[in-house]
């Protein structure tokens, strides 16, 4: 498809960590509107005894070293699928699907992730005395709620079960100036981890409702990716769902002239690259060069 000196109004525009990136409207007629409301049809769920197994299977894998992941899943479903080549067919197209879905939440994650501020990589516990698990996970959710609508927190984050056995909750959050609530305290301690005294900030309120927890202040684009990172680990090992908090879109919407491009990509150069200092218009009206604070000015779509 030819791009050239073509200008494409309403298109979503995402950053990748490197470059500016467009999805022009004109290209993607049957795609999602960030304005238009969709009615989405019931999808049947419902799993296969095959599938269920394998779900179990694979997380369970998990566990164990890559190599040894897929013999474990076909060992536990052989009695499941009719023959030993049905079932590791059945093994193999299941884990690709993983995969492949796993990069797509990545992409989708890192897109988020880039058009956002994040200040705060966080890390939460309980303590016994205050909580069980499940009350820990109830209590935890319904204050970053209550932040989040009241305060205008934003995170992501996710679980995580830590080789003592203890639920933590790990997130990279954006904390607004002057709606932190309780105080930072600078505590000395000794990191079993690392095997020596390490430095941490602990909040005030989470520890007198919940229990340990560390506030690490995220001063460069690197510390961001690198606590993305940790949190995509998480992910990968525990097979856990990430948790959103707060307004998080994809995406912001500009109208892109053609001498912002820099040529089409993608499949079918159905996606453009623009210069790094592009021109920002909101329907006609032109802004000014690519910013944050552009940027903030923008509507944005998922």
Same mark, same amino acid.
């Given at each position: 498809?030819?791009?050239?000196?073509?200008?494409?109004?309403?298109?979503?525009?995402?950053?990748?960590?490197?470059?500016?990136?467009?999805?022009?409207?004109?290209?993607?007629?049957?795609?999602?509107?960030?304005?238009?409301?969709?009615?989405?049809?019931?999808?049947?769920?419902?799993?296969?005894?095959?599938?269920?197994?394998?779900?179990?299977?694979?997380?369970?894998?998990?566990?164990?070293?890559?190599? &040894?992941? &897929?013999?474990?899943?076909?060992?536990?479903?052989?009695?499941?699928?009719?023959?030993?080549?049905?079932?590791?067919?059945?093994?193999?197209?299941?884990?690709?699907?993983? +995969?492949?879905?796993?990069?797509?939440?990545?992409?989708?994650?890192?897109?988020?992730?880039?058009?956002?501020?994040?200040?705060?990589?966080?890390?939460?516990?309980?303590?016994?005395?205050?909580?069980?698990?499940?009350?820990?996970?109830?209590?935890?959710?319904?204050?970053?709620?209550?932040?989040?609508?009241? &305060?205008?927190?934003?995170?992501?984050?996710?679980?995580?079960?830590?080789?003592?056995?203890?639920?933590?909750?790990?997130?990279?959050?954006?904390?607004?100036?002057?709606?932190?609530?309780?105080?930072?305290?600078?505590?000395?301690?000794?990191?079993? &981890?690392?095997? +020596?005294?390490?430095?941490?900030?602990?909040?005030?309120?989470?520890?007198?409702?919940?229990?340990?927890?560390?506030?690490?202040?995220?001063?460069?684009?690197?510390?961001?990716?690198?606590?993305?990172?940790?949190?995509?680990?998480?992910?990968?090992?525990?097979?856990?769902?990430?948790?959103?908090?707060?307004?998080?879109?994809?995406?912001?919407?500009?109208?892109?002239? !053609?001498?912002?491009?820099?040529?089409?990509?993608?499949?079918?150069? +159905? +996606?453009?690259?623009?210069?790094?200092?592009?021109?920002?218009?909101?329907?006609?009206?032109?802004? !000014?060069?690519?910013?944050?604070?552009?940027?903030?000015?923008?509507?944005?779509?998922?």
């Amino acid at each position: 498809m030819n791009n050239e000196n073509k200008n494409y109004p309403q298109t979503k525009v995402y950053f990748d960590g490197s470059h500016y990136i467009g999805i022009p409207k004109v290209n993607f007629p049957h795609g999602k509107s960030c304005k238009r409301k969709t009615k989405h049809k019931l999808k049947n769920t419902t799993k296969t005894p095959a599938q269920e197994k394998f779900e179990i299977a694979y997380k369970d894998s998990q566990r164990l070293p890559k190599k &040894k992941r &897929k013999t474990y899943i076909i060992e536990q479903m052989k009695d499941t699928i009719s023959t030993d080549t049905a079932t590791k067919n059945f093994v193999e197209q299941n884990i690709e699907r993983k +995969k492949t879905n796993a990069l797509k939440r990545k992409s989708r994650l890192m897109r988020k992730v880039y058009l956002q501020k994040w200040n705060f990589f966080v890390t939460l516990t309980y303590d016994s005395q205050k909580h069980t698990e499940e009350s820990f996970k109830i209590k935890l959710l319904n204050t970053l709620k209550h932040l989040v609508s009241r &305060k205008g927190w934003k995170y992501i984050g996710v679980w995580e079960i830590s080789p003592n056995q203890r639920l933590h909750f790990h997130g990279i959050f954006y904390i607004p100036d002057n709606s932190m609530i309780g105080e930072l305290v600078k505590t000395t301690d000794y990191s079993t &981890k690392s095997k +020596k005294l390490q430095i941490t900030y602990q909040n005030s309120h989470f520890i007198k409702h919940f229990g340990r927890n560390d506030f690490k202040e995220l001063g460069t684009q690197k510390d961001i990716v690198q606590s993305i990172g940790y949190i995509l680990k998480y992910i990968e090992k525990g097979g856990e769902r990430l948790m959103y908090g707060g307004k998080l879109p994809t995406y912001f919407v500009s109208d892109i002239v !053609a001498d912002d491009i820099v040529c089409p990509i993608g499949i079918d150069d +159905k +996606k453009v690259l623009l210069f790094d200092n592009f021109t920002c218009i909101d329907n006609g009206e032109i802004l !000014a060069q690519v910013s944050p604070q552009v940027i903030e000015k923008l509507p944005k779509c998922n």
